[in-house]
């Protein structure tokens, strides 16, 4: 069920109709409203640029997430790989000691 949040960036209200809790929307509008302020009042440009400016920022900062995320999930799947490799050695090292216990019991029975 969609939920519906006023949320006030820089001054005006807007109305968030999301599946996401209304804190979480919360969230997003002051992270929004706060970037935005940042713009605008370290430039000197007019609302409408300052929000074109915000979502560029906010897409820069979603890419270079997304890259990082990448770079993660390579990294997990390199340990994850190495894991199994390293599981499987195990395994086999403990198949040879116990081929090797065999071998001892049939010479010390013997």
């Known amino acids: 069920m969609a939920n519906r949040v006023v949320v006030t960036i820089c001054g005006e209200d ?7 809790s209304t804190s979480y929307m919360q969230k997003v509008g002051a992270y929004v409203g706060d970037k935005m302020t940042e713009i605008l009042n370290g430039a000197k440009v007019g609302r409408t640029d300052a929000a074109v400016l915000t979502a560029a920022n ?20 390199g340990y994850l790989d190495e894991a199994g490799k390293a599981q499987a050695e ?21």
């Open 14 to 20: 807007y109305t968030f109709v999301a599946e996401e």
């Open 58 to 77: 906010i897409a820069d900062e979603l890419f270079k997430s997304q890259a990082a995320a990448e770079q993660l999930r390579s990294q997990i799947k």
């Open 90 to 110: 195990v395994s086999e090292l403990k198949r040879e000691i116990f081929r090797l216990q065999q071998k001892l019991d049939g010479r010390n029975h013997g």
